[in-house]
């Protein structure tokens, strides 16, 4: 089975940075596309970042310049370097990957979340 492992997350001043991490193991035949969302209490989760497996990468705007986000793909894993954080990029974060699977073309898995805190 296909398991999302994160790890990065932390508290951190505004202006510092955290690089967030999404390593996918299991029975994996290719990886299509790798996302990172972010959830807060009371909202939905929302895609900050986006990338395929020929390296285009989408942003939400509100992190455009600050985040970025890359892939190693011979380690199945996913970077989000976030860079001048601010209070309102606190939320839980969680890894995307849609992938084929020797029974399944496509499936979506996700991470379990890390917890970012932005906080003075």
């Known amino acids: 089975q296909v398991q999302l492992v994160e790890s990065g997350g932390g508290l951190v001043r505004p202006g510092g940075s955290l690089r967030l991490s999404c390593a996918a193991s299991?029975?994996?035949?290719?990886?299509?596309?790798m996302g990172w969302y972010r959830q807060t209490p009371g909202s939905q989760r929302e895609l900050i970042a986006s990338?395929?497996?020929?390296?285009?990468?989408n942003y939400r705007d509100s992190v455009k310049g600050r985040f970025t986000i890359s892939r190693d793909d011979a380690n199945n894993t996913s970077y989000l370097q976030m860079n001048s954080l601010r209070l309102e990029d606190t939320a839980t974060y969680y890894c995307?990957?849609?992938?084929?699977?020797?029974?399944?073309?496509?499936?979506?898995?996700w991470g379990q979340g890390t917890q970012v805190t932005v906080s003075s």
């Open positions: 990338i395929t497996h020929g390296g285009n990468t």
């Open positions: 299991g029975d994996i035949v290719n990886i299509y596309t």
């Open positions: 995307e990957a849609n992938l084929a699977t020797r029974t399944s073309l496509w499936s979506t898995f």
